[in-house]
């Protein structure tokens, strides 16, 4: 599992994750009993990267190995394929291109043992048993002063309109990718999950009846207890600092309550500004411009 972040301000933009990959899958024990979980953790894991001649990263959450290779061994065949037009394309013109290669990739590789483990054809398994892969890009379009935030879900943003514009060019505040629970209930003030399970109690137990205009209701209340955050006035700095903060809350959240710890290792936070990327190192958080 991933936590991710990024945080787009009017100085550039900052992504951030942990290091963390899980391998899940069945183990058979010296008996014979046959059992299904987390079979290891990996530490070290990179999940953010610098698209070469741009000023472009690239987060990526959901599934962390495709067949037997890394995201990351794919990022990087992306870029061998594509490095020729990349300092001259327009970000979402990069999302559309990366988009399609992944595609192409989840086709070859996932569906026919999607397929075969599970005796249905693609499009007859429902989406929660479909592994995805996130692919979220930010960074700056060339002549552009503001950078923009996308996210892709493969297998789930088939055509070019969906690709998600998650942050226009002077929309400025985070977006959480992954375990973000920990996160929420900081920053929201509640877990989803409660709201719902309260909801459905009343309206099972009471009979209330619960319309759009209930739930508008509920959503307002529950916005004014989210924190305050101003992030038009944010320097690229703190944004630096809210991320790892952010990041540290969830990889904590996972060190210290009983579960695998999912997200964890040193965090991996790089800097995009318009005159490029720039990778922190854990130690040292600090932007030199």
């Known amino acids: ?22 391998l899940q899958g069945e183990s058979k024990s010296p008996n014979g009993r046959k059992t299904y979980g987390v079979l290891k953790v990996y530490n070290e894991a990179e999940k953010i990267f610098h698209l070469n001649n741009t000023s472009v990263g690239i987060l990526t959450y959901g599934t962390a190995i495709l067949g037997k290779r890394t995201i990351e061994s794919y990022v990087r065949q ?81 055509e070019k309109k969906q690709i998600e514009k998650l ?9 959480w990718f992954g375990s973000v629970d920990p996160i929420r209930r900081l920053i929201k003030g509640f877990d989803i999950n409660l709201i719902n399970n309260i909801v459905g109690y009343f309206v099972k137990k009471h009979n209330i009846k619960f319309d759009n205009q209930s739930k508008n209701d509920v959503n307002k209340l529950l916005k004014s207890f989210e924190y305050k955050i101003p992030y038009d006035a944010m320097p690229l700095q703190q944004g630096i600092d809210h991320v790892k903060f952010l990041l540290d809350v969830v990889i904590n959240h996972y060190k210290f309550v009983i579960g695998a710890p999912v997200c964890g290792g040193n965090v991996r ?7 490029g990327y720039k990778n922190l190192s854990n130690n040292e958080l600090k932007i030199n411009y």
Do not use: W
């Open 167 to 175: 942050r226009e060019p002077g929309q400025f505040g985070t977006n």
């Open 269 to 275: 936070i790089a800097a995009i500004t318009k005159d």
């Open 1 to 22: 599992m991933t936590i991710g972040i990024v945080c787009n301000l009017s100085d550039g933009v900052i992504i951030g994750t942990d290091s963390a990959i899980t």
């Open 78 to 158: 992306f870029e061998l394929n594509e490095s020729v037009v990349f300092s001259s394309k327009a970000l979402f013109d990069i999302c559309e291109s990366i988009r399609d290669f992944f595609f192409l990739k989840y086709d070859e590789i996932i569906r026919p043992v999607l397929e075969e483990t599970l005796g249905k054809k693609f499009n007859e398994i429902p989406d929660n048993k479909k592994p995805f892969i996130g692919l979220v890009l930010a960074g700056f379009s060339p002549g552009k002063p503001l950078s923009e935030v996308y996210n892709i879900i493969i297998p789930f943003h088939k």
